[in-house]
């Protein structure tokens, strides 16, 4: 399963969204987290809409910590609340983000009454397919090969701009835990064999196909 290929279900997205009226939306700034769910607290459940900028979802704590991906806006965040255990899961603001919320039993309410479960599961079938994608590229054998996965990905996707956002050793670091001197070093043995161009750290473009080993 490839990242590439993988699209987002823009059209349920937003026939779910079209059911709710904005109530109470908040600007979360670069660097602020929404909590879905935390440990030990007996706070509601909601179910987030992202629906301007973008925000990067991780689990785990410190050392444990582990990216699983940007959101971009129109979003629908923290669907693992629907189930009975929940989910321990953050994201954090990479870019200015307006967010608002209803609880977890209005959001069921509404899904029922309009039917909208089809396009629920697509959502939801897209978001596994993306973790299943991730999983997969971190699992590869070489640091090669989930270098030139991600570079794969960096170049193909718009929705994100990630080529834009990220220099590659940031994008690189923050979804893989290849050490910055092995990145440095291959990304390096690229560029002098001229598969890619580079400028002040970003992404431009792949100029050859990148092997399959390196």
């Known amino acids: ?16 969204l079209s059911h709710f009226s904005i109530s109470k939306p908040c600007l979360l700034e670069p660097g602020q987290t929404l909590p879905i769910k935390k440990r030990g607290e007996n706070q509601s459940r909601k179910i987030y809409f992202l629906l301007e900028g973008a925000m990067i979802g991780a689990v785990g704590e ?27 899961a953050q994201y954090e603001s990479i870019s200015p983000c307006m967010v608002d919320s209803v609880s977890v039993d209005d959001f069921i309410k509404v899904i029922e009454t309009q039917r909208l479960w089809p396009d629920l599961i697509n959502i ?12 997969a590229m ?7 090969e989930i270098i030139r996965s991600n570079l794969l990905y960096m170049d193909s996707e718009t929705t994100c701009t990630l080529k834009e956002r990220y220099t590659v050793v940031k994008y690189m670091q923050t979804f893989s835990r290849l050490s910055r001197s092995i990145i440095l070093k291959i990304l390096s043995e690229l560029k002098a064999g001229g598969f890619i161009e580079m400028e002040k750290g970003k992404l431009i473009r792949i100029s050859r196909n990148l092997p399959d080993r390196f």
């Not at 410190?62 to 923290?78: A, D, F, M």
């Not at 978001?127 to 299943?132: D, G, M, R, S």
């Open 1 to 16: 399963m490839d990242l590439r290929h993988i699209e987002k279900p823009r059209d349920s997205i937003e026939k779910i």
């Open 62 to 88: 410190n050392e444990k910590k582990q990216n699983l991906g940007i959101v971009v806006s129109p979003s629908i965040i923290g669907l693992g609340q629907l189930s009975s255990a929940g989910a321990l």
């Open 124 to 135: 939801m079938i897209a978001t596994i397919n993306q973790l299943a994608a991730r999983s």
């Open 138 to 144: 971190s699992g590869l054998q070489s640091a090669y």
